[in-house]
């Protein structure tokens, strides 16, 4: 039988995220960010302070030393609160270096404290087949390659990369120093994208050493983390329609009360719960059980095609109000779209769930 409960760790883990986050929240700048590409990266600030960058470091390393189910449960309340910053990417790096047969431990720490930042684009490296070229020189590496479409180049100190090395797909950790940007673009939440370029000789130690499968982990994790993120974005929707319905009212009653808007919500909240409870089991399950990698790509493919429609039909609920700058709704609409569009299709996935 499967417990849905959350302990009173976990629920204190997110309502002090909620309350951190609840303190600096303005949707204006939100929006400005949105149109202008600041770099706000509202929650960020927070998560560091709170020590949420270490929530998977072990406790000899400094860090909480608990599992991918509860930062799974942070990210529900970061994509709430259309929360920006490198926390999935420097939480997903720990992960990998914990896992490597190299001396990453003073990394680890300084990750764990903020004292050094990762960024990474990993899994459209490995869609897009987009990897850095690596070639081994006595105790040097030399790197070359492009990659494409990297978040938070200004705020990392290190990027980690994917690099083909004698036609072994590794990964690197690379300063930040040592790519060059070449070009800029940005998503349609506002986030700067980065092209960067790198041509440099490293110490051969950068080279992560690890089991062949920590790639295929890396991209079921960070694919998971963005339902997670979504999952919360869907929450607040939800949340938003439902007072919406409570207070707009016609024909002198709320219009919570027509049988038409209860049917609409009702079937949002069905859609939204069977998502969050299968994301949550899936996130319960060890890396190496036979079903994880199945049921990330079925958590995938279901927050696809169900969490727009969520963003849709709340739409059309609130009519004109929910298309206005300051009401927010367009936000976390386009931040789950923003999701859809990474880590690959429903046609990759449903390959995924058949192989």
Not at 55 to 84: A, V
């Amino acid at each position: 039988m499967i417990n849905f409960k959350l302990n009173e760790s976990q629920i204190m883990i997110q309502s002090s995220l909620e309350k951190a986050l609840d303190e600096n929240f303005d949707i204006r700048k939100l929006n400005m960010n949105a149109e202008k590409a600041e770099g706000l990266n509202h929650g960020w600030k927070e998560i560091k302070e709170l020590g949420y960058t270490g929530i998977i470091t072990g406790e000899d390393k400094g860090g909480f030393g608990l599992d991918i189910f509860d930062f799974g449960l942070t990210l529900e309340t970061w994509g709430s609160k259309l929360c920006e910053g490198p926390y999935i990417e420097n939480t997903l790096a720990i992960e990998t270096l914990q896992k490597s047969s190299n001396d990453f431990n003073k990394l680890i720490e300084d990750l764990t404290s903020s004292k050094k930042i990762i960024s990474s684009v990993i899994n459209e490296q490995i869609i897009e087949n987009n990897y850095l070229e690596i070639r081994k020189t006595k105790n040097e590496v030399e790197v070359k390659g492009e990659i494409i479409n990297l978040p938070y180049f200004d705020a990392a100190s290190e990027i980690l990369c994917l690099g083909s090395l004698n036609k072994e797909i590794k990964f690197i950790v690379i300063p930040q120093k040592n790519f060059n940007e070449i070009r800029t673009s940005k998503t349609i939440t506002g986030q700067k994208l980065s092209d960067i370029r790198i041509n440099c000789n490293l110490d051969s130690e950068r080279v992560v050493d690890s089991e062949k499968n920590l790639v295929d982990i890396y991209f079921q994790l960070f694919t998971l983390s963005k339902c997670f993120e979504s999952i919360g974005a869907a929450n607040t929707i939800i949340k938003m329609t439902t007072e919406y319905i409570k207070s707009r009212e016609q024909f002198n009653q709320p219009i919570g009360k027509f049988q038409s808007i209860q049917h609409m919500l009702t079937d949002l909240y069905i859609s939204y719960s069977e998502l969050k409870e299968l994301v949550r089991y899936t996130a319960k399950l060890p890396f190496d059980d036979s079903n994880f990698q199945k049921l990330v790509s079925m958590s995938k493919i279901k927050c696809d095609e169900d969490l727009p429609k969520v963003g849709w039909i709340a739409h059309q609920v609130h009519g004109a109000i929910g298309f206005t700058w300051d009401y927010g709704l367009h936000l976390l609409t386009k931040k789950i779209l923003l999701n859809k569009s990474l880590n690959g299709n429903s046609i990759l996935h449903s390959k995924k769930i058949i192989n």
